[in-house]
Nanobody, 116 residues
Framework: QVQLVESGGGVVQSGGSLRLTCAAS????????MAWYRQASGEQREMVAQ???????YYPDSVKGRFTISRNKARDRWYLQMNSLKPDDTAVYYC??????????WGQGTQVTVSS
């Protein structure tokens, strides 16, 4: 089993920055892909950053150039650096791990609030 715990959320003013951390434990060797999602109140969960096993990254247009996903060498920590934050970025942010058996694992979420 893999367990994920996010940290680093909080309240920040528009234009500010935050760095989220996802810490994985358990059978971390089974993790294939890593990602960050967010869910705003009343909205569907959306992917905001993804890093593949070959280190290719993907971002939707809404965050491209502002958000950066990275991971440590052990591949049991990954991060989301968020710059130039906007009120529209306010959401609960979840880290996601996809295992080699195509199973999705989720953290409990961390709230990010951007004030105008």
């Amino acid at each position: 089993q893999v367990q994920l715990v996010e940290s680093g959320g909080g309240v920040v003013q528009s234009g500010g920055s935050l760095r989220l951390t996802c810490a994985a434990s358990g059978r971390t060797a089974s993790i294939y892909g890593m990602a960050w999602y967010r869910q705003a109140s009343g909205e569907q969960r959306e992917m905001v950053a993804q890093i593949a096993p070959n280190s290719d990254t993907y971002y939707p247009d809404s965050v491209k150039g502002r958000f950066t996903i990275s991971r440590n060498k052990a591949r049991d920590r990954w991060y989301l650096q968020m710059n130039s934050l906007k009120p529209d970025d306010t959401a609960v942010y979840y880290c996601n791990a996809r295992t080699q058996s195509a199973r999705d694992i989720w953290g409990q979420g961390t709230q990010v609030t951007v004030s105008s």
